[in-house]
C-alpha cells in the first residue's frame, strides 16, 4: 500500500504530514499497515504536530489513526493538528484527535455521512444501511468529544454535508485557533455569532429551511412579476412586427391585382 503519511524528527519536535487520500485501499481486514503506522508513530516521543491536508477517505484507517494519537497524546508528547486547507470527510476525524487543532484563515473542515457503494438484493442494501447508521454513530463520537455538541446537532451537520471555514469550527468547537490571527480578532468574531453556546434544536432548522423556500417562492413570483411587462413588451413587438408583414402582403397582392386589371384594360382598348 502506499503511504500517505509522514514522520519527520526536527529540532523544534516531531511531525506527521498527512497528504492526499486516507487510505487508497481500506484497512478494515488489513493488520500490517496500521501496524506499520504505530510503530512509526510510537518509535519516538515528545510533542508532535500533525499537518493535514486530505479530502478524506476510508473511515477505518482515520479510526485507527485517530485512536493512535489519543493514546499517544496520554503519554508520549502533546499533539497538535494544523489543517493546511482541507480536512474532509475521514481526514476531519483525524483532525478531532488533536489536543490542539489550529486551521489557517483559509482552511475547512468537510463534515458528512459515511457512504459506500453496494450491491445486492433489498435485504443486502438494508443491511448495508444500517451498517452506515452505526459508523455515523462512531463519527459522532469523534465530533462530540472534540466540541461538546449534542449528537443530534453533529447528525444534523452531517447530513448538510457542510463545509465549516476556520472561523466557524473555532464558534463550534471543532477548532481552537485561527493561524496568522489575534485573540482580539477572535474575541470580536464570536461576539457577532457565537455558535459554540448555542444547540441548534431540529426546530430551529426546520423554521430555517421553511424561512428559505418562502423567500425562494417569493423571489420566484417577483421574477415572474418583474419579467411580465418586459414579456408583454416582446409580445407587442412582435404583433406590430407580425400586422406590418400582413399590411405588406396586402399591399403588394392590392398591387398586383392593380396591374392586373389595368393590363386588362389596355388589352381592352387595343383590341377596340
Do not use: C
Not at 135 to 150: C, F, Q, T, W
Not at 198 to 227: P, Y
Amino acid at each position: 500500500m502506499k503511504k500517505f503519511w509522514n514522520f519527520k524528527t526536527e529540532e523544534n519536535g516531531r511531525t506527521l504530514e498527512l497528504i492526499g487520500e486516507i487510505a487508497k485501499e481500506s484497512w478494515f481486514g488489513d493488520e500490517v499497515t496500521p501496524k506499520e503506522f504505530k510503530n512509526e508513530l510510537n518509535g519516538g516521543s515528545g510533542d508532535i504536530s500533525v499537518f493535514i491536508n486530505s479530502p478524506g477517505g476510508d473511515i477505518f484507517a482515520a479510526s485507527e489513526i485517530y485512536t493512535a494519537l489519543k493514546e499517544y497524546s496520554k503519554s508520549l508528547g502533546k499533539v497538535s493538528v494544523i489543517i493546511d486547507a482541507l480536512a474532509a470527510s475521514a481526514a476531519s476525524v483525524i483532525a478531532m484527535s488533536g489536543d490542539e487543532v489550529k486551521m489557517s484563515p483559509t482552511a475547512y473542515l468537510m463534515i458528512h455521512n459515511p457512504w459506500t457503494f453496494a450491491a445486492g438484493d433489498s435485504d443486502e442494501m438494508r443491511v448495508i444501511a444500517r451498517q452506515l447508521d452505526e459508523i455515523k454513530e462512531g463519527v459522532i463520537n469523534a465530533y462530540k468529544i472534540k466540541s461538546g455538541l449534542s449528537r443530534e446537532r453533529i447528525s444534523q451537520m452531517m447530513d448538510a454535508e457542510m463545509y465549516v471555514s476556520a472561523a466557524e469550527a473555532v464558534r463550534l468547537g471543532l477548532a481552537d485557533e485561527i493561524l496568522f490571527e489575534n485573540e482580539e480578532f477572535l474575541k470580536e468574531d464570536r461576539l457577532r455569532k457565537d455558535y459554540s453556546k448555542k444547540d441548534h434544536s431540529k426546530e430551529d432548522f426546520l423554521k430555517a429551511a421553511v424561512a428559505f423556500s418562502q423567500k425562494m417562492a417569493i423571489n420566484q413570483v417577483l421574477a415572474r412579476i418583474r419579467g411580465k411587462p418586459l414579456e408583454e413588451e416582446k409580445e407587442k413587438k412582435e404583433n406590430k412586427e407580425e400586422k406590418e408583414m400582413k399590411e405588406k402582403e396586402a399591399a403588394k397582392t392590392d398591387y398586383g391585382k392593380y396591374k392586373e386589371i389595368l393590363n386588362k384594360l389596355k388589352l381592352g382598348g387595343k383590341a377596340q
